[in-house]
C-alpha cells in the first residue's frame, strides 16, 4: 500500500519559517508531478505549488516569492519551505503526489493526511 506522509507542521510567529516534508512510500516505480495544496477552515482546498519530475515548479500568486517548492528523487520526497509566514498562510497542508504503482506508467493520485501550520500575529 502507497501513502504520503506529512511532517513539519506546527505553530510559528508571523515572519517566521517552516519547512514541511512528505515522503511517498510502498512500491512505487515512479512519481510525476508531486505538490502541495492547503485547506483553510471553512474554505475549498486551493493549490500552494506543484514540481514536475523534471524539477519544473509552479506556484499561487499568494505565495510567490516567500515558498518554495523542491523535491529529492531519490528519497521520493518533496520539500516546502515557507518563509516570510503570515497569519494568512494558517492552514491545512496536505501533500499530492502523481505516483506509479503498476510499473505501467498509470499515475494513482494519492493524497497524504495532512498537516496543520498555524501562523499567530
Known amino acids: 500500500q502507497v501513502r504520503l506522509v506529512e511532517s513539519g507542521g506546527g505553530l510559528v510567529q508571523a515572519g517566521g519559517s517552516l519547512r514541511l516534508s512528505c515522503a511517498a512510500s510502498?512500491?512505487?516505480?515512479?512519481?510525476?508531478?508531486m505538490g502541495w495544496y492547503l485547506q483553510a477552515p471553512g474554505k475549498q482546498r486551493d493549490l500552494v505549488a506543484t514540481?514536475?519530475?523534471?524539477?519544473?515548479?509552479n506556484y499561487a500568486d499568494s505565495v510567490k516569492g516567500r515558498f518554495t517548492i523542491s523535491r529529492d528523487n531519490d528519497k521520493n520526497t518533496v520539500y516546502l519551505q515557507m518563509n516570510s509566514l503570515k497569519p494568512e498562510d494558517t492552514a491545512v497542508y496536505y501533500c499530492?503526489?502523481?505516483?506509479?504503482?503498476?510499473?505501467?506508467?498509470?499515475?494513482?493520485?494519492?493524497w497524504g493526511q495532512g498537516t496543520l501550520v498555524t501562523v499567530s500575529s
Open positions: 510502498g512500491s512505487i516505480f515512479s512519481i510525476n508531478a
Open positions: 514540481i514536475t519530475s523534471g524539477g519544473s515548479t
Open positions: 499530492n503526489a502523481d505516483l506509479d504503482v503498476t510499473g505501467t506508467r498509470r499515475y494513482l493520485e494519492v
